[in-house]
């Protein structure tokens, strides 16, 4: 239900064989109470008036130009709202802030938390055919897609499944080495990226390709693929039937690079000697990777869905002296099964997560998730909805729903209570 | 004069019998010509050109979607706009910040001062029916109305109320302990706010209750209650008569809350011996308080207006060792007259506010202003304005106008003269 | 081709005769490739998705009111958009942060890169008749006109004049003075403006004439002079022909000004000594003026232009003593010659621009750089552009393109490939 504000000016001075033009402002407001729990010594509760418990808030600005002959450009730029407490730019899900790749959430200029109003969920110009669409700017990567479109509560809100957030840090600090991927990993969008999308209507056939720049200055030294990387996506959907794997790559080189001992062959900016090739593949190594696949089956009565995902950030036994730190390993897996069950006006929502880091020698961090919620909705646009979740930890996961601190007890329970509007 | 962006393609699409929908655009960009004076050995003049002498600058986007049955959901995203500068978010009148209620001015996450734009005046989404509105987000606090309504210069430009002024921390630093307060309790707006509104067609009796989280770790201490509070107003308008009083409370525990001896009767969090219930109390006492009344009269040649509020957050004898500033102690309170009387296409503007602090032993710092303006309006969204007070400072109050350095003389000339245009 | 979001329902409200009354959403997304070059030990190319390559990228909203009787009031907001990696107010060309006049790039508040969406750009509100308009906020100086409209690249993307890079610090900080300027005068727009614009039709001559405020605090000390400034353009344009010249000057005194001996006759604030005329004279001189000229003549096969122009911030002999650096002298000159040639649906642009400084003592840095590309329009909305240029340092100048890093050899070399699509 989106706003389309029709260019009576400009329909008017092209003459009335122009072709359509408009520009849409569309949004999402959605307000929810948050509560999480936990127990033991040590426990807090929290309570907050939070947002996009259901939808993520957002304010965007999009728009089509047909070129003729099949050609089309388009825009699209979308940011997220905080409209609990009016900022914009919140609450975007951990990790995906793209450290490497693009600005910092901690460097001012950056796409960061809380900023004022900034594109951060989308921002590209494309150019498209018979042939496909080239997009440019920031977008999600081929890799978040899988995550999100195959989980029942579409990574918001308490709900918000395991593997998103365990790769991307929410495992938590203690005693594992998964919790650093969120920092580095380009996991939920990129920016700086190049994509290529199929056309549709190739029997059912969908993929995208892309390749997002770290836009670090490049003379041969490795520190300067840093945020650089690629990614791709392959799907299937015919009738109720609906699955895609994808795999994307992000490069990380050690923060930082010695320079001194640079892990390049040929470098012709410090003039320092090439490091071994044992070197240059522990170097390699440390590139943050993940494939994932997902899929979904509408009975009619109730969509079943699942999906599984690794991520991957090896350091072979040549890396001392490489820069890349000790802590530096870490390979994590997940899977998730759910489903969204219709109920007159409203939707049913369940799912089980799971999410697990082989740490090397110690114990392996894992959490696993259950989460249970109903949309109720009031139109298309309006929708209550509640959802619980709880989460259980082991060997020092540290997962917590909806802010709250965990205690001696591994377990934390969330609850969301609110209202999404869209327009 | 809004505009409403007419959703013609969705309505189109919706069939013609489909309930109406609209998105609308809205602002004001204000501007004047501001010069400040002060006079005395030490003092400082001072020309800018600022934004919202007479209207506050803003832009925003608002809707509302009719659920059918009498309900309706919309929702209203409104930041503030520095339209003398380029920035957004900036010029909030001083101690509107929220501090503990929402996000920090000195976070660059927050809500704060020139950050880019941020939905910081209003960011809300609500539910409406026959029995009222519930309304989620960012909003004005109740007991902010009666300061903005019954002032004739709505409190914007340089002839703002002190009653404003004085509990925001106008009344400066030196000797008084009313500064701190505005960056301590919720005075202008609340985020993270839960607001029930009363319906129209009560017979004239209008009303809300809102309650906002401080949304801190709860776990028993005190510390948790930091930023949460309530209040409520009810008024009466009828003909030419309008009046309303309003009250509201939020919490304010002692920063930082000892670890060690935390105010609380039940701790499970860090297991510390519990205060006395004379701590208890003491803590409480701490809390920031506000309520006044105001109301006004229509003769139909002028109205006549006046409102009286009162603000206190006190510290009983009891409060050593509590963790309580023992500056904490505040009492203000002030009044303010003024009038509004048309003439032809315009409108005079005057008014007399004064405030006070009651700071226990030593002198009590107040402030008078006279204030004298006039509105030419050349269109209902066009108007020219004119506005010059005079402060008096009394007792090491500091008010001074439109950003003039105090000189050894306590008082303060300040002019406004400015455009205000509305779309 | 801007969209006009016709109110409809005001106009139905308003009744059939009313004003006609609209508010227009605009934008420009431009996103290119940039590729930049050096050589030499300790060079270091880059690649990167950057935007404005042919246009700035931009969102913003206008609108016009009737006023009647030939009046009419205005309001433009209008923000740049870093779309490539969804932040907004980002690369703004360097040196126009107006450092002194209005927010600091620095200072989270301010019209800064990369905040959230400012309306930095452009933020007015006017009122207009047959005598001109009056507009009021931030916009561009009068200064800046000359080297942007007679630049064939239009000051965006790799082929950016020397003469806007040079003035704006681009000449780097070995051994020239003019670095500092970009962050002193005020190159490209002025915050706090108050600018009158001459009426239409008067023959083929226009003109403006502004006047920036510092907002400092005036009381006598000359430190409240920074960031003040004014300036005017007068220009003719008949036929093919087009011409203009320019004029401006922004006030800086050197920081800090010594609250010991301030640079004043008259000094009330702290009764300090008085400085002597020649301290006043030499303070005087470190103001930022510069001037320049432009025209262009249209051929039919190729638009010709070119423009002139000089900056200066010197330092007289007498400044020992007075706060000012002895590194504060500058002055600086450069031209650049350029051509539009229509291809079909397409345009080649091509300029020589170069840029120099005269250091003193010293050898002066100087740079020059050839220029050329391809416009190629889709649609009157929708253009593919590829650019080239190059540019060569003398004696110390450090100019490089699209962020490559210099090595030992001088030059540098860029490129932009991009897509420029308006709304």
Chains 1, 2, 3 share one sequence.
């Not at 730019?89 to 790749?101: A, D, E, S, W």
């Not at 950056?110 to 594109?119: E, K, N, S, T």
């Not at 110690?362 to 209550?384: C, E, I």
Request: cysteine-free.
């Amino acid at each position: 239900m989106k706003k389309s504000l029709i260019a009576l000016a400009v329909m008017a001075a092209a003459g009335a064989a122009s072709a359509q033009s408009s520009v849409t402002l569309f949004g999402i407001v959605d307000a929810t109470i948050a509560h999480g729990r936990a127990s033991g010594t040590g426990a807090a509760n929290k309570t907050a008036l939070a947002n996009s418990g259901y939808n993520s808030s957002r304010i965007g600005f999009r728009g089509t130009e047909d070129l003729g002959g099949g050609m089309a450009a388009s825009f699209w730029l979308e940011g997220s709202l905080g409209n609990d407490d009016g900022t914009a730019g919140q609450r975007i899900p951990v990790g995906n802030q793209n450290v490497l790749n693009g600005a910092s959430p901690t460097n001012p200029n950056g796409v960061g938390d809380g900023a004022g109003l900034v594109f951060n969920r989308r921002s590209t110009v494309s150019l498209s055919g018979g042939w496909g669409e080239v997009r440019l700017g920031r977008d999600y990567t081929p890799s978040f897609w899988n995550l999100t479109v195959f989980d029942p509560f579409g990574t918001n809100g308490v709900g918000t499944t395991l593997t998103l957030v365990g790769p991307a840090g929410g495992l938590g600090t203690a005693g594992n080495a998964m919790a650093p991927v969120g920092t580095r990993g380009v996991i939920v969008r990129a920016s700086n990226d190049i994509g290529y999308f199929l056309p549709a209507n190739l029997g059912g056939f969908y993929g995208q390709f892309n390749y997002w720049l770290g836009e670090n200055t490049f003379n041969g030294a490795n520190s300067a693929r840093d945020g650089t990387g690629w990614g791709g996506r392959l799907g299937y959907g015919a009738g109720p039937f609906n699955v895609a794997i994808s795999y994307a790559r992000t490069a990380y080189d050690a923060t930082p690079v010695n320079p001194v001992q640079p892990i390049t062959t040929t470098n012709t900016f410090t003039g320092a000697v090439a490091p071994t090739a044992a070197q240059i593949a522990a170097q390699r190594a440390g590139d943050f990777r993940t494939w994932n696949i997902g899929g979904q089956w509408d009975f009619g009565v109730a969509k079943v869905m699942g999906h599984y995902t690794r991520e991957q950030r090896d350091s072979s036994a040549g890396n001392a002296g490489t820069g890349i730190p000790a802590s530096g390993e870490i390979d994590g897996r997940g899977w998730l099964l759910g489903t969204l069950v219709p109920v007159g006006a409203g939707e049913i929502r369940a799912s089980y997560s799971t999410y697990k880091i082989d740490a090397g020698a110690g114990a392996d961090p894992r959490a696993r998730q259950l989460a249970l919620g109903y949309v109720h909705n009031l139109s298309k646009r309006t929708a209550l909805y509640a959802t619980a979740a709880r989460v259980q930890n082991r060997n020092g996961a540290a997962v917590s729903l909806n802010g709250a601190t965990l205690g001696t007890a591994t377990s934390s329970t969330g609850y969301d209570l609110g209202i999404r509007h869209s327009f």
